[in-house]
Structures are given as structure tokens and as C-alpha cells.
């Protein structure tokens, strides 16, 4: 397991302009876990005022991916395979939170889930839950 | 089946304010069917340059959506119940489409496919395909 | 809720033949929950020894629906609308265990997750993790 | 890509206990696609009468890996990551068919999709869709 580059992560998550775009920000990270939020506004929903399935997803999908970094190699890339999320409730709220673990690493492709809640007038809710297979990407030989 | 009702469709497209953020287009509607488009701008990728698989997901999610829609008694809302994503190649170019297929409509749930191309150059590529479950919520009893 | 019929599923377990054909039984059932187990033989296997996908994927699924039957209405019937299943690790060993736990009930469908152990030289290991959307058809109108 | 070994395609099937007992025959391969049968019997059903949603996920299971395995190096293994399965309609009939194909190869994970229909009364009906994820294990180096 690699050391813990945190200021890397936090500088990905910066350099990736559609999570920037989107407003999610790195809360937190340990080997194997992460943790993101984002603080809704009116362009996050969708017409009957529900955020919109997309932005959960999302926010599964990125918070997964950076999980499964940490567990990775030094200079290894991860990548998506798949992801399915399903959505539990209509998330209404003022923030959302997501929390992602890694279930299984591996050396070829990396087992994470990613829990979504929204928190609203205090209380948190679990929205949307997903479960991705994620492909790492060894470095490149020297 | 319902008339095909295009117009309120589109309206629909642009109620969704993060579908409107996102740049999304209706394209094509028919029966059991939906297109929609997305000019590419930086701000929808990866630090990679690449497509962020949330756009992607999002786009799948959507179309399948409004595909489900086109089948549904008239006054019915359609939700997500569960979307899987497959990313089946890196998505670079200048547009994307996605095509959306009902599989098998149902009085409860609706099964939908979506493909996702990324036009680069001319050539289109299939980037992402998703297959969803969607709730057809019946009209409120009069 | 309904009372929780446990007699009645243990009629039901019995009833399915493609679970009695497999061995399956029925280990404890309550609000929402079902546990399962199955005796390994050479028949469930694939050609390297291991167990095959098929049999973790038949166990996650019924003890899947059995939890989701546990929260329906009296007289309602539970049908998968789909499931996903990820392979954590290859199983091997004497006996596998299913756990399976409702996270979101709901009238029109159900989410259920199920976790299949195998258990070898007295350790268990997580072998697979499914997640499922189950369809409730309620009772015909009297 | 290897060259089309069906002889050793086929006495894997007859060596995979599973796959046997279950009673699945192989009934044609190609590059990138496999087709196999089932005969139904009754041990195959759900209490109701209608084939097991299990025996739909294990054909389309292993039609998948098979598919995938004749895209891979010779040598190589082919390991299910995950398998979603949507129950599109209850099977009832006489006999299974499987067809899966892959829809994205690589070298690390192969995309597959997979359609189980249901023969019955002379007329085929899609019973099942499956998309899985294939981990491509390459072969031990010399």
C-alpha cells in the first residue's frame, strides 16, 4: 500500500474541471475510504425539485474512484469499469455527503461501494447506494 | 400508449435545470425512444482530458428516463429505481449522443437501455452503455 | 408489516425445486432479513475447483427475495426485477452462507443486498456481494 | 487474437461440474460470441412453475466467460468481476437459449453482454439480459 498522498488527492480533485464545475469537495481520506460533499443549489435538481439522479451518480462515481486510488500503487491510474447506483429516496436537502470504501482490492480491478446521503434540516438520509468495479492502471515500466 | 406528446417532453428537457446546466439536447423522441445530444466544453472532463463518467451516466440516465416516459399512461412520472454504466472506452471529441431503448415496458417498472457515442472527427465511438430500471408511478386516482 | 410467517416461507423454500435441487436451506428469517446456507459438493463447482458464479448468484438472489417477502403485504408476491452480483474472491471451502438485508422497502419495489460467505477451516470469507431490485406485486383485489 | 479453439471450449464445458449438472450444452462459438441450450426440466423451476431467475444467471454467466475466453490470449483466464441480470419476463417453455457476445475486449477486463430466451410453443421470448464484466487473467509468464 502506497503512502497516503492526500495533498495529491485534494489537487486531482481540483484539476478535474467537471467536479470542480460541479461544486464537490474533498472532506476526507484514509486508505481505502473517502468521503466528499457538496452543497446543492437550484442547478442541481431536477423540475419537480429532486437533485437530479445524474449529480448522485456522480458524486458515487468520484468519491469510488478516489477510494480506490489510495489502495493503489505509486503512479498507477484507476478507471471506471462500471458502476450501478440505485436510488433509494428523493434526495431533498441542503448538502449532500458521499462516502466510498473500497470492499475488495486487487490487483487488476478494484471492488468499491459508495453511499450518497443528503442532509436536510439536520438529518441525514441515504439517498443513492452503488457499487463499482474499478480498473487500475499499473505504471508504466521504467 | 399515451400520444406521443413531443412538445411537453421538451419542455420537461428544459425544466430539469441541471440538464439544462449540463448542456444537454432533446434530439429525437418516438415511441419506446430518445436521442439527446451534448456539445463537449472543457469544463465536462477528467483532469485527463477525457469525458467524466458522471456526464456520461447522467446523459444515460436522462435518455433512458424520457425513453420510459414516451410508454407511460398519460399523467404517470417515471423514476430511476437502479442505472448500471459500462465505460467501454475513453470519450474525447466534440459531441455527445445518446440513444435510449425501451427493452420491455411494464405496468410497475420499465426496463431501458442506452448507448452513449462520443462523435470525434467525423467517426462516432460507443463510450458507455447502461441498461436502468425505471418506476412508472401511475397518474394520482381522480 | 405483515406477521412474520416463518412457516410459510420454510413451505416455500421447499416448494422451489431448483432450490431444493441445489441444497439450499433456510437458516433464519426475520423483519426484512434472511439467512441461508448451502453444503458444498463437487457439483457446484467449476472446473478449477472453485465455486461457480451460478450457484453464489442463485443463493443471493432467493435469500434476496425471501428478505424483501418478509416486508411485503399479506397475500403480495416478490419477483426480481434485477440483480447484480460482484466476485470478490474465488470461493472455496465447505459451506456457503448468505445474508441478506432489505435497505429501502417500498410498495412498488423493494431494495434488497445479500452477502454470500464461504466458510473454510472455520473462517468465513466474503465471497460475492449482490444488490437487487425487487418488484412487490400486491395481492389481487378481492 | 488466438485461434478458435472449440475443441477445448467444449471440454471445458463438460468439465465444469456446475455446468453440467445444470445440464447446459454448448452449441456454437465464434469469435467474440457464444451460443449455448438448455433443455428444461422441472427441477429447474421456481415454486410458481417458471424457470428460477438462478438458472437464467448462470447461462448467462457462463455463455458470457465463454464468449469472452475466445477473445483472450491463449493461455489466458477469464474470471467473472460482476454480472447484472434484468428479469425482463417469467420464463416458461421448453427450452433456454443463450447468447451472449462481448462488446468491448481489453486486455485487463472484457465487456460481455448475454440474452436468455425462452423457447416455448415454437416462439423464442427474451427472458433475460445480462451485462458482465470479464477480468482477463493473462498467463503465467515462461
Known sequence: MPVLDLAALQK????????????MALEAVAAGECTT??????????????????VLATMADHTAGAAAWTL????????????KVSFLRAA?????ICRA????????VCFVEAEVFCLHA???????KASATMI???????
Open 12 to 23: 486531482q480533485f481540483h484539476l478535474a474541471p467537471f467536479i470542480a464545475d460541479l461544486g
Open 37 to 54: 460533499t457538496l452543497a446543492l443549489a437550484p442547478r442541481h435538481l431536477q423540475q419537480n425539485g429532486v437533485v437530479h439522479a445524474g
Open 72 to 83: 493503489a500503487a505509486a503512479g498507477a491510474a484507476v478507471m471506471t469499469a462500471e458502476i
Open 92 to 96: 431533498v436537502g441542503e448538502r449532500l
Open 101 to 108: 470504501r473500497v470492499i475488495k482490492p486487487g490487483r487488476q
Open 122 to 128: 439536520g438529518a441525514e438520509q441515504l439517498a443513492a
Open 136 to 142: 487500475v492502471l499499473a505504471p508504466p515500466s521504467p
